[in-house]
């Protein structure tokens, strides 16, 4: 129970290394698609003996590699600016709490 305990504070204080494991993982499998669409479809290129209906199997597999890899790219500069908003948001947030509810010091310089 503590170790469920330990990881759900973990995720809580630092969700973004989580968001990076899974989208890491998603980029993957999208190199991996494309990687597998490209080694099958450029040896026809260069030895010119590839059939052509065939090679239109390795051109989706390129281009869903690609999407893949985009899509998860985006989700990560999307979750980035969302943190760095909220980190913003927070500190001002924190500061006018502050300067509102802070104690103000009257009268001058004195020690």
Same mark, same amino acid.
């Given at each position: 129970?503590?170790?469920?305990?330990? *990881?759900?504070? /973990?995720?809580?204080?630092?969700?973004?290394?989580?968001?990076?494991?899974?989208? /890491? *993982?998603?980029?993957? =499998?999208? *190199?991996?698609? *494309?990687? @597998?669409?490209?080694?099958? +479809?450029?040896?026809?290129?260069?030895?010119?003996? +590839?059939?052509?209906?065939?090679?239109?199997?390795? @051109?989706? @597999?390129?281009?869903?590699?690609?999407?893949?890899?985009?899509?998860? &790219? =985006?989700?990560?500069?999307?979750? @980035?600016? &969302?943190?760095?908003?909220?980190?913003?948001?927070?500190?001002?947030?924190?500061?006018?709490? /502050?300067? =509102?509810?802070?104690?103000?010091?009257?009268?001058?310089?004195?020690?």
């Amino acid at each position: 129970m503590q170790q469920l305990i330990t *990881f759900l504070q /973990s995720l809580m204080t630092d969700p973004e290394y989580y968001v990076g494991v899974v989208l /890491s *993982f998603f980029a993957v =499998v999208g *190199f991996l698609l *494309f990687l @597998r669409g490209f080694i099958a +479809g450029v040896g026809g290129v260069f030895t010119n003996t +590839g059939h052509d209906e065939h090679q239109g199997e390795a @051109r989706v @597999r390129n281009t869903w590699g690609t999407i893949i890899l985009l899509f998860v &790219f =985006v989700l990560w500069e999307i979750t @980035r600016i &969302f943190g760095i908003l909220g980190l913003i948001i927070a500190f001002a947030i924190g500061f006018g709490i /502050s300067e =509102v509810f802070g104690e103000k010091k009257k009268g001058g310089g004195g020690h």
